[in-house]
Structure formats: C-alpha cells, structure tokens
Nanobody, 123 residues
Framework: QVQLVESGGDLVQPGGSLRLSCAASGSILGIYAMGWYRQAPGKQREFVANITTTSRSTNYADSVKGRFTISRDDGKKTVYLQMNSLKPEDTAVYYC????????????????WGQGTQVTVSS
C-alpha cells in the first residue's frame, strides 16, 4: 500500500506565500513523477505542476508560471510546492499525485492521490 500525506494548506492574504508538502510512504520501489493538482468549488480538478525523477523536468500550468515552484527530495520521497504572489483565484483544494512502481507490481506505473489540503486566499 502507498500513502500520500499533504500538509501546508492555510488561509493567506493576497500576495502572500505558502509551501505545500506531500510525503509518500509505503511499499514503493521507485517514483517516476510527482505533482500537484487543484480543484476549486464548482470546477473540475486541474493540473498545477509536476516534476519527474529521471530528468528533473518540471511543468507548470500557465496560470501559475513565475509564481509557483515545484521541487522534490528523493530521500524523503517528498514533493513541495512553493506558492508566491498568491491570488484569490488560487483558492482551491490542492491534491498531490504520484506515478510510481510498488514492490508488489514492479512492471507498471500506478497512480496515487493524496487526500487534499485547503488553500484559501482572501483578505
């Protein structure tokens, strides 16, 4: 089994900053990619950012480029999302997603989601 535990969500004023963390644990053979999605009330879940293990390549949604930075600590199996210059439209539940291989299923990538952490940007 694999668990993803997110933390760092909070209420912050516009222009403020937050750092989200997501730690993976369990029967993990290797992680290919980790990333963040978000879902605002009444909207579909949308991609925010991701980062791969091998190439360390990063991808960002246009709406967060230049404001958000994704990074990872492979030793801790943790991915971070540094969010600066936050706007009210960034308000959402932020979900961590990972694509990995487990010891029980070495031959294919499996996708896991965290439970979500609430980010509210409001004055």
């Amino acid at each position: 089994q694999v668990q993803l535990v997110e933390s760092g969500g909070d209420l912050v004023q516009p222009g403020g900053s937050l750092r989200l963390s997501c730690a993976a644990s369990g029967s993990i053979l290797g992680i290919y990619a980790m990333g963040w999605y978000r879902q605002a009330p009444g909207k579909q879940r949308e991609f925010v950012a991701n980062i791969t293990t091998t190439s360390r390549s990063t991808n960002y949604a246009d709406s967060v480029k230049g404001r958000f930075t994704i990074s990872r600590d492979d030793g801790k199996k943790t991915v971070y999302l540094q969010m600066n210059s936050l706007k009210p439209e960034d308000t959402a539940v932020y979900y961590c997603k990972t694509d990995l291989r487990t010891y029980e299923n070495r031959l294919r990538l499996s996708t896991y989601w965290g439970q979500g952490t609430q980010v509210t940007v409001s004055s």
